[in-house]
């Protein structure tokens, strides 16, 4: 009898054992997950930042001067390109390149408008059909004069910059330096043409501009000057950005990226409400976490179409953009 409770108690002790570890390992794979999940928030937060200062440009001449740029992407591109060589000759980081980028795209911003846009937009109270119709076909031949003289200068081979400053650890997550460096950046960027915008005499003059174009002569300024500077700004940001994206693909710099970038910015834009200055990081923070979690249980390729399918129930609901002004 004694025999059998010892036998018995073993049988049972043994038996708890073996039923313990199925839970044990639902546990683990439940912790793993959470980490992945977190990982995926983390770098969709990250990813966002850069896609944010990417569609600001776009915002800022869209909801300004309500031109919409197609050749948007390929200023992107031509950013990132200046990038790299800076990198390759002068041995800027991507974050040292930004500002001279900036100041390039102020020229360039001006030398567009004044031969694309100033004479549709000059003597016009508001924006037209025609004029609309005419910059936009403007905008198409200039995106694709770039697009072809950037594969004869450049070819069609990918470069990229190699900057990796290191990783910052927090427990099981890794970011890297670069990255986050990058995110701050792409804030800071947003965070000073609000200020700029809101808090200066120039601003004013380029909210009243966005608001009326009659408007900006009863605050002193001369409207084709607010509109030139608008869009000179939307030009610095966009190139910067260009810069700052090269952090992300390494190797991905090449004369057609902006076929990808440009949809990504239009998306952004439109999420966050054209003109409004927070929306694109609204809308960038938000394309980024989608394209990441989505990314992690599927492709690259499902991610980046389930991030064009959230445009279709925020223009049905939402058509003035997630953030209200």
Request: hydrophobic share 55%; aromatic share 10%; with cysteine.
């Amino acid at each position: 009898m004694a025999e059998w409770s010892i036998s018995s108690g073993r049988t049972q002790h043994r038996s708890i054992r073996h039923s313990q570890v199925p839970v044990l390992r639902q546990l683990s794979i439940a912790m793993v997950a959470a980490d992945l999940v977190v990982r995926d928030l983390v770098f969709g937060l990250l990813l966002g930042c850069v896609f944010s200062v990417v569609a600001h440009g776009l915002n800022i001449i869209w909801g300004i001067v309500k031109v919409i740029n197609i050749a948007h992407g390929e200023f992107i591109m031509l950013g990132a390109y200046g990038a790299y060589f800076l990198n390759l000759f002068a041995g800027l980081t991507p974050l040292e390149a930004a500002p001279v980028d900036a100041a390039i795209g102020l020229l360039v911003g001006y030398a567009f408008y004044y031969t694309f846009l100033h004479r549709e937009l000059r003597d016009k109270e508001t924006i037209t059909l025609q004029s609309e119709m005419v910059t936009l076909a403007a905008t198409f031949g200039l995106s694709l004069f770039v697009s072809n003289l950037a594969i004869i200068l450049f070819t069609g081979n990918p470069v990229g910059i190699n900057y990796n400053p290191g990783t910052l650890q927090f427990g099981y997550l890794h970011v890297p330096l670069a990255a986050l460096y990058v995110a701050i950046l792409s804030v800071l960027i947003i965070t000073g043409t609000w200020l700029f915008l809101e808090r200066t005499f120039i601003g004013s003059a380029i909210r009243a501009y966005a608001q009326d174009v009659t408007a900006t002569e009863l605050v002193g300024a001369n409207p084709a000057k607010v509109a030139s500077l608008a869009t000179a700004l939307g030009f610095a940001v966009t190139m910067a950005g260009g810069a700052l994206l090269t952090v992300w693909i390494p190797v991905g710099i090449n004369p057609l990226m902006g076929a990808l970038y440009a949809p990504i910015s239009f998306v952004i834009v439109v999420l966050g409400g054209p003109g409004k200055m927070w929306g694109s990081l609204v809308g960038g923070l938000t394309l980024g976490v989608v394209i990441d979690v989505v990314q992690a249980f599927t492709t690259v390729e499902i991610a980046y179409a389930a991030a064009f399918l959230i445009l279709i129930p925020v223009l049905v609901f939402r058509p003035e953009g997630l953030l209200k002004r």
